[in-house]
C-alpha cells in the first residue's frame, strides 16, 4: 500500500537545540496531519493542515504543508525534555475518503 | 468534548483464545471509527474502519474482526489468537467533514 517516508528515522539533540522532520510521498495528499505519541499512550494530534503552502504553529512547533502536496515538514524550536516520543506525520491521499496514510515515524530523544 | 475510551488497558491472553476489545466514544455522534494495531517501535497499521453502525471495512487479511453494534461503540475481536497478535492496539475516532483522527489510549495485548 502507499507509504510516506518520514525521515529521520531517530535523532539525539539537546535540550534548547531545534528540530526538525519531514514527510515525502510520490502521491498527492489533500490534508497533512503532525501527532506526537509518548510511550505506551495513544498519539496526540499536534497540528493538522489543508492547504498547499500553508504554515500552522501550536506553541514552539511550527509545520507546512508543502507545495506540490506530496510532503510536510515539522520543527520543534527549543526542545525541552518532554519533547522526547515519537512524531508521526499522516495524510489523507487524495482518492481515499476516511482513511489516513501513516509515516513510519520519528524518534526524538532530547538530552540535557 | 469529545473523549474517548478504550478497555482493558492491558491483557494477557493464551494462543488460542477469544478476543474481545472495546471502544466508545462520548460527546459526538455518527463518527468514523478506526482500529490501528502497532507492533512495538513500529508504525501504525489500519486494521479495520467504520463510517456507520454495521459497515465495518478490513484492510489486512487477518484472524481478526470488528463490529459496530452501536453509533460509538467499536469492537475489536478474534475467535482464536495467534502469537503474532500481540501488539498495542488503538481505536481512533474521527468526524465526517474533516479527516483529523483522535486515538484512544490504546490496549497492550500480549498473546503467550
Known amino acids: 500500500g502507499q507509504q510516506l517516508n518520514q525521515s529521520p528515522q531517530s535523532m539525539f539533540i539537546q535540550e534548547g537545540e531545534d528540530v526538525s522532520m519531514n514527510c515525502t510521498s510520490s502521491?498527492?495528499?489533500?490534508?497533512w496531519l503532525w501527532y506526537k505519541q509518548d510511550p505506551g499512550e495513544g498519539p496526540v494530534l499536534l497540528i493538522a493542515?489543508?492547504?498547499?503552502?500553508e504554515l500552522t504553529s501550536n506553541g514552539r512547533l511550527t509545520a507546512q504543508f508543502g507545495i506540490t502536496r506530496k510532503d510536510s515538514f515539522l520543527n520543534i524550536s527549543a526542545s525541552i525534555p518532554s519533547d522526547v516520543g515519537i512524531y508521526f506525520c499522516?495524510?489523507?491521499?487524495?482518492?481515499?475518503?476516511?482513511?489516513?496514510?501513516f509515516g513510519t515515524g520519528t524518534r526524538l530523544q532530547v538530552t540535557l | 468534548s469529545q473523549t474517548i475510551h478504550q478497555w482493558p488497558a492491558t491483557l494477557v491472553q493464551p494462543v488460542g483464545s477469544p478476543l474481545s476489545l472495546e471502544c466508545t466514544v462520548e460527546?459526538?455522534?455518527?463518527?468514523?471509527l478506526y482500529w490501528y494495531r502497532q507492533a512495538a517501535g513500529r508504525g501504525l497499521q489500519l486494521l479495520f474502519y467504520?463510517?456507520?453502525?454495521?459497515?465495518i471495512s478490513s484492510e489486512v487479511p487477518q484472524n481478526l474482526s470488528a463490529s459496530r453494534p452501536q453509533d460509538r461503540q467499536f469492537i475489536l475481536s478474534s475467535k482464536k489468537l495467534l502469537l503474532s497478535d500481540s501488539g498495542f492496539y488503538l481505536c481512533?475516532?474521527?468526524?465526517?467533514?474533516?479527516?483529523?483522527?483522535?486515538f484512544g489510549p490504546g490496549t497492550r495485548l500480549t498473546v503467550t
Open positions: 493542515l489543508y492547504k498547499a503552502g
Open positions: 460527546g459526538t455522534s455518527n463518527p468514523n
Open positions: 467504520s463510517v456507520g453502525i454495521g459497515q
Open positions: 502521491s498527492i495528499f489533500n490534508t
Open positions: 481512533a475516532w474521527s468526524g465526517k467533514v474533516t479527516y483529523e483522527q483522535y
Open positions: 499522516a495524510g489523507q491521499l487524495a482518492g481515499t475518503a476516511s482513511k489516513l496514510t
